[in-house]
Antibody, heavy 120, light 107 residues
């Protein structure tokens, strides 16, 4: 079965860091980019970065540069998202999603989402 | 960054209605436009990619059109399971951005 399975919910204080994981199964891990997309409560979708599992190169939006890092473990087909300096506005459901490396940036498979709550 | 603007932001419709949702990009994105729908508490699901290609397993009542800056998603005959939020996304360049969504609910 083709799946992206994400780690569980997190509650963090402002200024802390969080690490989320996204484990891929049922397909060739190296053939698909993994993206992270977040959705604040009642709000729209925001792209927060991508990683190419084949090589490990990553891209991030300007607003998160310096606070976000995407890495991967090819032995376990898992991608990690580290977000530091957490603020209340980082409270959101974070989804991982895949796009084929050569077929454009369309998300045909999503994880179940991980709620990150930032609160003092 | 490319801005994606959807209209309307919400609409009410009945089962069997034909529904069209519009997405406009702030600059030309060729045909790099994807449509998703999202139900409460769930991840988005891909419906249409590259402006008009229907994703495998998606019913044929869904269709997409457009190129450049203006795009449409049409549902030919709305079904009960189609009440959801519809979201466009450009895949033209990094950073990727999404439209604000169109909520389709029951009249």
């Amino acid at each position: 079965q083709v799946l992206l399975v994400q780690s569980g919910a997190e509650v963090k204080k402002p200024g802390a860091s969080v690490r989320l994981s996204c484990e891929a199964s049922g397909y060739t891990f190296l053939s698909y980019y993994i993206h992270w997309v977040r959705q604040a409560p009642g709000q729209g979708l925001e792209w927060v970065g991508l990683i190419n599992p084949s090589g490990g190169s990553a891209n991030y939006p300007q607003k998160l540069q310096g606070r976000i890092t995407l890495t991967r473990d090819t032995s376990t087909s898992t991608v990690f998202m580290d977000l530091s300096g957490l603020r209340s506005e980082d409270t959101a459901v974070y989804y991982c999603a895949r796009s084929h490396a050569y077929l454009g940036f369309l998300f045909d498979l999503w994880g179940q989402g991980t709620l990150v709550t930032v609160s003092s | 960054d490319i801005q994606m603007t959807q209209s309307p932001s919400s609409l009410s419709a009945s089962v069997g209605d034909r529904v069209t949702i519009t997405c406009r990009a702030s600059q030309s994105i060729s045909r790099s436009l994807n449509w998703y729908h999202q139900k409460p508490g769930k991840a988005p699901k891909l419906l249409i990619y590259d402006a008009s290609s229907v994703q495998s397993g998606v019913p044929s009542r869904f269709s997409g059109s457009g190129s450049g800056t203006d795009f449409n998603l049409t549902i030919s005959s709305l079904q009960p399971e189609d009440f959801a939020i519809y979201i466009c996304q450009h895949g033209y360049t990094i950073p990727l951005t999404f439209g604000g969504g169109t909520k389709v609910d029951i009249k």
